[in-house]
T-cell receptor, first 112, second 113 residues
């Protein structure tokens, strides 16, 4: 069974731009969670989607948003990028009702 | 908010030694998980724990769900060079904490051959 895939793997953007990251979960997994990983703050929860609905959200500004499609694939969007948004963005998928999350390789975003 | 304190922050050991690390929380968790992350990759799930007092093994790895539900422990026996990496504990509080894992700061493990 294929693992979680994320595209692109690397991205360089300029301050003020917006970016969209994509995540394809493991087949059969309907829950997708997103995390931001930085050296200073570690792994921080962004939000979780299940059946195209956002069920939970972390403490991030409204510039961070996401969505989930009917095939469980998910995207996250960051608008008006700031230098501090430079991070590894990880998505994880899990079966309905399970806390066992399986992570993708991440998208490394650099904001200049 | 919830925080997980993971210790030690780093460990330098000789191949063949055993390793212990732990995680404590200011609040109760219903699920504890342990992950390993290699450079440039996402975390890989090692062990999941669901019940207070539970002891679970995965090869040379053994983890325990603390009886207070506020802590968890990971032991690695007879370490080998490929054990090098960053180990994270993570917890889920249950209830409406859908899909939210709270992570520890990580333990950086270095194994000298």
């Amino acid at each position: 069974k294929a693992g979680v895939t994320q595209t692109p793997r690397y991205l360089i953007k300029t301050r003020g731009q917006q970016v969209t990251l994509s995540c394809s979960p493991i087949s059969g997994h309907r829950s997708v969670s997103w995390y931001q990983q930085t050296p200073g703050q570690g792994l921080q929860f962004l939000f979780e989607y299940f059946s195209e609905t956002q069920r939970n959200k972390g403490n991030f500004p409204g510039r961070f948003s996401g969505r989930q499609f009917s095939n469980s694939r998910s995207e996250m969007n960051v608008s008006t990028l700031e230098l501090g948004d430079s991070a590894l963005y990880l998505c994880a998928s899990s079966l309905a009702g399970s806390n066992e999350q399986y992570f993708g390789p991440g998208t490394r975003l650099t904001v200049t | 908010g919830q925080q997980l304190n993971q210790s030690p922050q780093s460990m330098f050991i000789q191949e063949g030694e055993d390793v212990s690390m732990n995680c404590t929380s200011s609040s109760i968790f219903n699920t504890w998980l342990w992950y390993k992350q290699d450079p440039g990759e996402g975390p890989v799930l090692l062990i999941a724990l669901y019940k207070a007092g539970e002891l679970t093994s995965n090869g040379r790895l053994t983890a325990q769900f603390g009886t207070t539900r506020k802590d968890s422990f990971l032991n690695i026996s007879a370490s080998i060079p490929s054990d090098v990496g960053i180990y994270f504990c993570a917890g889920n509080a249950g209830g409406t904490s859908y899909g939210k894992l709270t992570f520890g700061q990580g333990t950086i493990l270095t194994v000298h051959p």
